[in-house]
Each structure stands twice: as structure tokens, then as C-alpha cells.
């Protein structure tokens, strides 16, 4: 029999176990919480993975979260933060950025993201005009009481000459993130098109993307999209996911839920899970169903 000194069998013992140890830990699968703090892309913006979406069946400027009336709205919006969710979704078109000030106005500023939209369309707002970014962006830090906006982003982009069409909206806001009253920009998709125009482009920060599994209120296939989602992921943009529930229409199907919001973490790898709220309970539900991912 081979002898073996204390100081050896010690060693040798605590090698092993270190090792046990390591294996277990590569065998752990990786837990994800609404809750973790993620960045969006590289832009070292840090915040929830599960943000607030306030825009659910928007129009000119009002929803149907704007529909329960105000303070309902104010009371659901800081709860959501109460909760645990620090990042909130709202734009121009969506008519909320006043009521999210208000909810939020008991919190330091610091301790949450936000994210607004230009809307650049001939319908959906009331003006006939299209003023420039350098007007807007001052206008959206007023109704939000803040000082800097985390990201802008020019909202419903739907054709591939988006980023020849949109330069003036892009040359300003690219000027308003080297003034530091915004830390990012990007777009929101609406348009297969517009998707595959974002791919390389080095304007663009982060990115609304549509994306589930089932193609539902989609643009393009299921597979192409999460390719162009896997080529954004890897050269740095981040993505924002929505219509992740279908625009709400499996919201209430248990399974499809489940489908996908494991599609967008584990397969698209969204940074954000942009959801629309209408209660507690909602939210309360998607976090544990995060949980479970």
C-alpha cells in the first residue's frame, strides 16, 4: 500500500473536492431573474431585465393603460417599481411620459432606466409637423422631469432605406448622446426590411425587436429573425425585446407564455423583456415565469 503523508492526503483531498465542486457548478444551469441587472449591449447602460412597457395599444398619444386612468396608472407603475423593475418603456406616440415622471418622482433618478421613442409618421400624433430631434428630445426631458433620457430611439422603422431616410433624426440624436442628454440611441422595428438594416450599423445602440416563437405579430420568419438577433448580439447592439407575448395574444395561454419567454432569453438572448402591464398580478406572474426559464 502506497503511504501518504497528512500534508499530502489534505492536499490531495481538497483537490478533489474543488474539482467535485467545479463540475457541480458547470452542471448548475444558469438562473435567470426579471430582476438581474443586465447591460444593453455595450453601451454600459445597466438596468432590469424586465422592463415596463407603457404603451399597450397605443395611439395618439393614449392606451389602454392611459384608459384605467391616471392615478391608476401612477399607483400600477410604482408598484412595478416597488417590485423590483427599473427600466420603463415610453415614447412620444404613447402619451405616458408625464404619468411615468409622476410615478416615478419619489426615486432617485439614478436607480432606474428610460426609454422614449420619436415618432416620425404621418399619422399617430396630433401635429401635422415633424419637428427635429434637437426640439423633441428637450421637450421629452421636460415631460419627464429629467435631465438625460437613457435611450432614444426613432420608433416603427419598417424599410431597409430607414437609416438613409431618418439621417437628420440620427446626426441629431447622435449630437444630443455627446451633450449627455442621452446615453444611447437606436430604433424600434416594425419591418423585416428595417431589421436587416440595423446589422452593422454602428449608429445603432439598441434595438426594438419584435421576436417569439410563433411569429405572431411579426415581420419575416421566426428563423430569419433570430439570426439577424444573434448577428446584433455578437457585434454589440442591444436588443430590446417585444411583442414577446404576441401583442397580447397568448397572454393568457399558459404554455405559449413559458415558449416564450424561454425563446427570447435562451434563443435571442433579448438584454430587455419589454412587457405591457395592465395590473400587479401580471407582473407578478412574468417574474415568476422568468424564474422558471
Not at 410615478?103 to 399617430?124: C, M
Not at 430631434?133 to 428637450?138: G, M, S
Request: with cysteine; hydrophobic share 40%.
Amino acid at each position: 500500500m502506497t503511504n501518504i503523508s497528512r500534508r499530502d492526503f489534505v492536499s490531495v483531498t481538497t483537490g478533489a473536492i474543488v474539482a467535485a465542486g467545479a463540475v457541480s457548478a458547470q452542471e448548475e444551469p444558469r438562473k435567470i431573474g426579471a430582476f438581474d441587472q443586465v447591460e444593453i449591449g455595450r453601451t454600459g447602460i445597466k438596468t432590469t431585465r424586465l422592463c415596463f412597457g407603457t404603451g399597450v395599444k397605443s395611439f395618439n398619444r393614449t392606451s389602454m393603460q392611459i384608459k384605467m386612468g391616471r392615478d391608476k396608472f401612477v399607483k400600477l407603475l410604482r408598484e412595478a417599481y416597488e417590485l423590483g423593475v427599473r427600466c420603463f418603456d415610453t415614447a412620444d406616440l404613447y402619451g405616458s411620459h408625464q404619468i411615468v415622471a409622476e410615478a416615478l418622482s419619489p426615486f432617485k433618478r439614478e436607480s432606474y432606466v428610460l426609454f422614449s421613442k420619436i415618432w416620425w409618421l404621418p399619422n399617430g400624433i396630433p401635429e401635422p409637423e415633424r419637428s427635429p430631434a434637437t426640439v423633441l428630445v428637450p421637450r421629452f426631458l421636460e415631460e419627464l422631469k429629467t435631465d438625460y433620457i437613457d435611450v432614444v430611439q426613432v420608433h416603427c422603422v419598417n424599410k431597409e432605406s430607414w437609416l438613409t431616410e431618418q439621417q437628420s433624426y440620427r446626426d441629431d440624436l447622435a449630437g444630443l448622446k455627446k451633450k449627455g442628454m442621452i446615453r444611447a440611441h437606436g430604433c424600434s422595428v416594425h419591418g423585416f426590411p428595417a431589421l436587416q438594416a440595423c446589422v452593422g450599423s454602428e449608429w445603432v445602440d439598441a434595438v426594438h425587436i419584435r421576436i417569439n416563437p410563433f411569429g405572431t405579430s411579426m415581420n419575416g420568419s421566426v428563423v430569419d429573425n433570430l439570426a439577424l438577433a444573434k448577428q446584433m448580439k455578437a457585434q454589440g447592439q442591444g436588443l430590446i425585446g417585444m411583442k414577446i407575448l404576441g401583442e397580447g395574444a397568448f397572454a393568457n395561454d399558459k404554455a405559449k407564455m413559458d415558449q416564450s419567454l424561454k425563446f427570447a432569453l435562451k434563443e435571442a438572448e433579448v438584454d430587455i423583456l419589454n412587457i405591457g402591464f395592465m395590473d400587479l398580478e401580471q407582473i407578478k406572474e412574468i417574474v415568476e415565469r422568468v424564474a422558471n426559464v
